[in-house]
């Protein structure tokens, strides 16, 4: 494979460990995953199925009881896992950007919204001048919709709304002109009126930034307009993966499928349906699928152990070990 047709992103055998009162915690139990070139891939799983730890982890910022970081994360072949912290910080904000849930966890209350700009262009650029840097941070705040621009770069983040502190987040990740993108769950602390705007925001970005972009969002409606390639995640296990039309019109896990019911019953009757019974622990050890005590279709073989991610077509993989039996 030349450098155009190779994933941006190569994860194998990701395991995240974190010690805990309760013992071991097992965050992420083996990952494997490709990010594509200029793909969206949506990341989707309930509460708890470590979607924020994958995320933390392709920017190694992970908590600092983690006892274990292990496999490799592949960014154009560099091992991220096996830089030093001053390696890995020359990717952080240049070549990785992230946009949190929360913007005010990035957003520092006591600068303008102008020096959190110009300093991610610095950063990027150092030698550029500060007019020239006000400047593009001005047409940034354009393209991603926000009225009175000049007026905004001396705002405060207090000083504006939720949604427009969301926007200021995306500028500044569109500065950066990263290779890779993450959003987790970007709209989630927005009202449903202001989360329509920015997935609306995040749809037009795609004429707009080459990159890749990791959108990780527990609403499967999301995932389907906005994103190329979906992984599913469940107790730290992914257990689907592939292009995102392929994997919801024919799902190849039951987990896939129980998710999908629940938005469909969602829709239908304006309410939240949730999945019978609760995600698994993280500090047990998985001796068998990591599904079995909430699915419909336990085998035998389901009680062997967790089944290995194994293609059902040629991009479309599903760690069902009867994927192709009772999922048709
Ligand atoms: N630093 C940590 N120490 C112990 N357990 C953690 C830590 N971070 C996350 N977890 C646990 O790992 C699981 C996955 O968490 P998270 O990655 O936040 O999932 P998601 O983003 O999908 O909700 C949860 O059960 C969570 O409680
Ligand atoms: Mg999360």
Same mark, same amino acid.
């Given at each position: 494979?030349?450098?155009?047709?190779?994933?941006?992103?190569?994860?194998?055998? $990701?395991?995240?460990?974190?010690?805990?009162?309760?013992?071991?915690?097992?965050?992420? =139990?083996?990952l494997?995953?490709d990010?594509?070139? /200029?793909?969206? #891939? /949506?990341?989707?799983? *309930?509460?708890?199925?470590?979607?924020?730890?994958?995320?933390?982890?392709?920017?190694?910022? %992970?908590?600092?009881?983690?006892?274990?970081?292990?496999?490799?994360?592949?960014?154009?072949?560099?091992?991220?896992?096996?830089?030093?912290?001053?390696?890995?910080?020359?990717?952080?904000?240049?070549?990785?950007?992230?946009?949190?849930?929360?913007?005010?966890?990035? #957003?520092?209350?006591?600068?303008? &919204?102008?020096?959190? %700009?110009?300093?991610?262009l610095?950063?990027?650029?150092?030698?550029?001048?500060?007019?020239?840097?006000?400047?593009?941070? *001005?047409?940034?705040?354009? $393209?991603?919709?926000?009225?009175?621009?000049?007026?905004?770069?001396?705002?405060?983040?207090?000083?504006?709304?939720? /949604?427009?502190?969301?926007?200021?987040?995306?500028?500044?990740?569109?500065?950066?002109?990263?290779?890779?993108?993450?959003?987790?769950?970007?709209?989630?602390? %927005?009202?449903?009126? &202001?989360?329509? !705007?920015?997935?609306?925001?995040?749809?037009?970005?795609?004429?707009?930034?080459?990159?890749?972009?990791?959108?990780?969002?527990?609403?499967?409606g #999301?995932?389907?307009? #906005? +994103?190329?390639?979906?992984?599913?995640?469940?107790?730290?296990?992914?257990? *689907?993966?592939?292009?995102?039309?392929?994997?919801?019109a024919?799902p190849?896990?039951?987990?896939?499928?129980?998710?999908?019911?629940?938005?469909?019953?969602?829709?239908? *009757?304006?309410?939240?349906?949730?999945?019978?019974?609760?995600?698994?622990?993280?500090?047990?050890?998985?001796?068998? +699928?990591?599904?079995?005590? =909430? +699915?419909?279709?336990?085998?035998e073989?389901?009680?062997?152990?967790?089944?290995?991610?194994? @293609?059902?077509? @040629?991009?479309?993989?599903?760690? +069902?070990?009867?994927? !192709?039996?009772?999922?048709?």
């Amino acid at each position: 494979m030349d450098a155009l047709t190779s994933p941006l992103v190569s994860i194998r055998d $990701l395991t995240i460990d974190a010690t805990t009162t309760r013992g071991e915690a097992h965050i992420l =139990r083996g990952l494997s995953l490709d990010i594509g070139r /200029g793909r969206i #891939l /949506g990341v989707v799983g *309930e509460s708890g199925s470590g979607k924020s730890t994958l995320a933390l982890a392709l920017l190694r910022l %992970l908590p600092a009881n983690v006892s274990r970081a292990s496999g490799q994360i592949l960014l154009d072949g560099t091992n991220l896992l096996a830089l030093n912290a001053s390696e890995m910080g020359a990717y952080r904000g240049t070549r990785i950007a992230m946009i949190f849930q929360d913007p005010m966890t990035a #957003l520092n209350p006591l600068f303008t &919204v102008g020096s959190h %700009l110009t300093d991610v262009l610095r950063r990027r650029e150092p030698g550029i001048a500060r007019q020239q840097a006000l400047q593009r941070a *001005e047409s940034m705040l354009t $393209l991603v919709g926000i009225a009175d621009p000049a007026l905004r770069l001396n705002a405060y983040p207090h000083q504006l709304s939720g /949604g427009m502190r969301q926007r200021i987040m995306i500028a500044m990740a569109l500065l950066v002109q990263p290779d890779l993108l993450i959003a987790d769950e970007p709209t989630t602390a %927005l009202d449903a009126t &202001v989360e329509a !705007q920015i997935v609306e925001l995040f749809s037009e970005l795609r004429t707009k930034f080459s990159g890749s972009v990791v959108f990780i969002s527990h609403h499967l409606g #999301l995932v389907a307009e #906005l +994103c190329d390639d979906i992984c599913v995640m469940y107790g730290g296990v992914i257990v *689907e993966s592939g292009p995102v039309d392929d994997v919801l019109a024919r799902p190849k896990h039951p987990y896939t499928r129980a998710l999908l019911d629940c938005e469909i019953d969602d829709k239908g *009757e304006g309410r939240l349906v949730s999945i019978p019974g609760e995600v698994p622990d993280p500090v047990s050890q998985l001796t068998a +699928c990591v599904f079995l005590p =909430r +699915c419909a279709h336990v085998a035998e073989l389901c009680r062997g152990g967790q089944p290995r991610l194994a @293609p059902v077509s @040629p991009h479309h993989s599903s760690a +069902c070990v009867r994927a !192709q039996e009772v999922l048709v």
